[in-house]
């Protein structure tokens, strides 16, 4: 005959709880993070902005969204016409890029918030 004993289901019930709590808040901060570091890039693609009329600036915009209940989409971007060839320069301009260097700068510390809490049992 062969047998197996689990000893202390009590805290595993203690463990499958707190894996719970801490699904929630890896959610509930996670949206936060998001948000906090899509404003902040919008921010910074602002300030980076080259300046002629200022419209470039005024123009961009952020947006954070939800794919499926695990994912939290954040983007930012400038609205106007010729932003991309601000971005990216032309053949006659050279690029003077803001976007993807806001981009840059905001990633570390997204990262840094998203490490603080991934950590199931803190």
Request: glycine share 10%; hydrophobic share 40%; no cysteine.
């Amino acid at each position: 005959m062969a047998r197996i004993e689990v000893d202390g289901h009590g805290e595993l019930l203690a463990v499958a709880a707190d894996l719970g709590r801490a699904q929630t808040r890896a959610r509930r901060e996670g949206r936060k993070a998001v948000e906090q570091h899509t404003r902040a890039g919008a921010t910074e693609a602002r300030r980076l902005a080259a300046v002629d009329t200022g419209h470039m600036r005024s123009v961009v915009t952020s947006t954070v969204s939800a794919e499926g209940a695990d994912t939290w989409v954040g983007e930012w971007g400038d609205e106007a016409d010729y932003a991309r060839y601000v971005e990216y320069g032309t053949s006659k301009m050279r690029a003077q890029p803001f976007v993807g260097p806001s981009l840059d700068r905001v990633a570390p510390r997204l990262e840094a918030d998203v490490e603080s809490f991934a950590d199931p049992l803190n």
